[in-house]
């Protein structure tokens, strides 16, 4: 079954500090993967995408097959980052189905910096 | 920036009644999403809908659920007869193509089933 676990409900770090917010997958097929995040009181909006291998906001994130996981890495975390984050994945909707779009979610992170 | 709006912002309903949630993708997207978030849970894929139909629809997409494009711009998610569990946030996405594209997410819609 496709699944997207992200074990941490809350990441409380220092700011400065480097954070890492974990995200695993389960999918037998060629994943697509997403880091969404929410502000406060704001729209879930799309921080980057494994396949454009950008840096956005200092955040990166490497897909790694072998250990199927898609981990969001900042090394100094800033006030602003403070939100919540979703991992998602896109697949196939079936075996020789072609992608229709559906994301499938993590339960999200909550990351708060302090100050 | 061209964004994805939604409408009401909040909708309180009796258990039994109809709602329409609505939605004004962003113009040039072709694929439309809805999208529901339980409070404390997951956010769970509804539908996903292209060309005037459905092409992917998840468990909780039951007879109760329809969408629609009424016209060349809304896109409505319409709960036949509310129950209590259908209490969420439901969101509407669009995107440009599909397999994997950027999704656009509007603010949601809060609705709560009395």
């Known amino acids: 079954a496709q699944r997207v676990t992200q074990p941490e409900k809350l990441l409380s770090v220092f700011k400065g500090a480097p954070v890492e917010l974990k995200c695993n997958y389960s999918?037998?097929?060629?994943?697509?993967l997403f880091w969404y995040v929410q502000y406060s009181r704001q729209r879930l909006q799309l921080l980057l995408r494994?396949?454009s291998r950008e840096s956005i906001k200092g955040f990166t994130a490497d897909l790694n097959k072998g250990e199927t996981s898609f981990h969001l890495k900042k090394p100094f975390a800033q006030e602003e980052d403070s939100a919540m984050y979703y991992c998602a994945l896109s697949c196939l909707a079936g075996i020789g189905s072609s992608n229709t779009g559906k994301l499938i979610f993590g339960q999200g992170t909550t990351l708060q910096v302090k100050p | 920036e061209p964004e994805v709006t939604q409408t009401p912002s909040h909708q309180v309903t009796q258990m039994g009644q109809e709602v329409i949630l609505r939605c004004v993708p962003i113009?040039?997207?072709?694929?439309f999403y809805w999208y529901r978030q339980i409070l404390g849970q997951k956010v769970e894929f509804l539908v996903s809908?292209?060309?005037?139909?459905?092409?992917?629809k998840s468990e909780i997409f039951d007879d109760q659920f329809s969408v629609e494009r009424p016209d060349g711009s809304n896109f409505t998610l319409k709960i036949r007869s509310t129950k209590l569990e259908d209490s969420a946030m439901y969101f509407c996405?669009?995107?440009?193509?599909?397999?994997?594209?950027?999704?656009?997410f509007g603010p949601g819609t809060r609705l709560l089933v009395l």
């Open positions: 113009s040039n997207h072709l694929y």
């Open positions: 809908f292209y060309n005037n139909e459905i092409s992917e």
């Open positions: 996405a669009s995107s440009e193509r599909t397999g994997g594209e950027t999704q656009y």
């Open positions: 494994h396949i």
């Open positions: 999918y037998s097929g060629s994943p697509e």
